[in-house]
């Protein structure tokens, strides 16, 4: 069954608002991932860098 009346020059037109409400936030969600990505990047820890804190187990460590 297909709908009575499409105009579809009409239904474009009202549209429009949310197709480019969602493309808007599309772009701001790939953004921030970057962001988020890139900030993880900078902020990551060198390899080594706790490894002497690390404790095998079943060793018991003598304070």
Same mark, same amino acid.
């Given at each position: %069954?297909? $709908?009575?009346?499409? #105009? +579809? &020059?009409?239904? &474009?037109?009202?549209?429009?608002?949310?197709?480019?409400? %969602?493309? +808007?936030? /599309?772009?701001? =969600? $790939?953004?921030?991932y970057?962001?988020? /990505?890139?900030?993880?990047?900078? @902020?990551?820890n @060198?390899?080594?860098? @706790? $490894? &002497? #804190?690390? =404790? &095998?187990?079943?060793?018991? /460590? $003598? @304070?």
């Amino acid at each position: %069954m297909s $709908a009575p009346k499409t #105009n +579809i &020059e009409k239904q &474009e037109k009202r549209h429009r608002p949310a197709l480019w409400g %969602m493309g +808007i936030l /599309v772009v701001l =969600v $790939a953004l921030g991932y970057f962001f988020y /990505v890139t900030f993880l990047a900078a @902020e990551g820890n @060198e390899p080594g860098d @706790e $490894a &002497e #804190n690390v =404790v &095998e187990p079943g060793v018991t /460590v $003598a @304070e």
